[in-house]
């Protein structure tokens, strides 16, 4: 199976703080998404990304959140001032070919965010 | 209506006995179809795709009714390690998946 990586496993924050989740997707992908998980919900998608722009968002992803490709490799996802209800797991996911619909998740980024 | 719909379960079955889960989705221009399954605090992990004539990974078997637009699992055989969630998940379009609530099974020795 292919793999996604995600960094840090857990972040803990205070409210209106700002954190970066890190993502490392398969290879040489141009498309990557952000899914969020609050707990006991159901897995909730945010934002997909292809060729280093936002091509679909969730009325989730507000303007406290952003992503980015900072390297070519690695992108994340930024949420500028956490609130309360920001507390949830946090997965990216990539598909394993170009136009697939298969998609493969990290590890997922646990926020508590207190 | 919601985007997918599942059985809301928890099921619970002893070992080696057969369990179905159903579900529904809305999008009729939905084109893509999966079960993912979901141990505690993990990652969705991909099952399979699940296909218009249907298809078969060992002990699972995926159905797919667009008519109805209905979408089933079975799984033959249960062991101790199927116990997690399933997911019931279809593509909503520019390739986003949409996600069920998920069904809980838990399988007894």
């Known amino acids: 199976e292919p793999e996604v990586t995600q960094t840090p496993s857990h972040q803990v924050t205070q409210m209106g703080q700002e954190v970066i989740l890190r993502c490392v997707p398969i290879s040489n992908h141009l498309y990557f998404y952000w899914y969020r998980q609050i707990l006991g919900q159901k897995v909730e998608f945010l934002v997909s990304f292809y060729n280093n722009e936002i091509s679909e968002k969730s009325e989730i992803f507000d303007d406290q959140f952003s992503v980015e490709r900072p390297d070519g490799s690695n992108f994340t996802l930024k949420i500028r001032s956490t609130k309360l209800e920001d507390s949830a797991m946090y997965f990216c996911a990539s598909p394993e070919d170009k136009g697939s619909y298969e998609q493969y998740f990290g590890p997922g980024t646990r926020l508590t965010v207190t | 209506r919601k985007e997918v719909e599942q059985d809301p379960g928890p099921f619970n079955v002893p070992e080696g006995a057969t369990v179905a889960f159903n579900c529904t989705y809305s999008?009729?221009?939905?084109?893509?179809f999966f079960w993912y399954r979901q141990d505690c605090r993990k990652e969705p992990k991909l099952l399979m795709s699940?296909?218009?004539s249907g298809n078969e990974d060992g002990r699972f078997t995926a159905q797919l009714n667009r008519a109805s637009q209905y979408i089933s699992l079975l799984i033959r055989d249960s062991k101790l390690s199927d116990s997690a969630t399933y997911l019931c998940?279809?593509?909503?379009?520019?390739?986003?998946?949409?996600f069920g609530q998920g069904t809980r099974l838990t399988i007894n020795p």
């Open positions: 998940v279809v593509n909503g379009g520019a390739q986003k998946l949409v």
């Open positions: 999008n009729s221009a939905s084109q893509s």
């Open positions: 699940v296909y218009s």
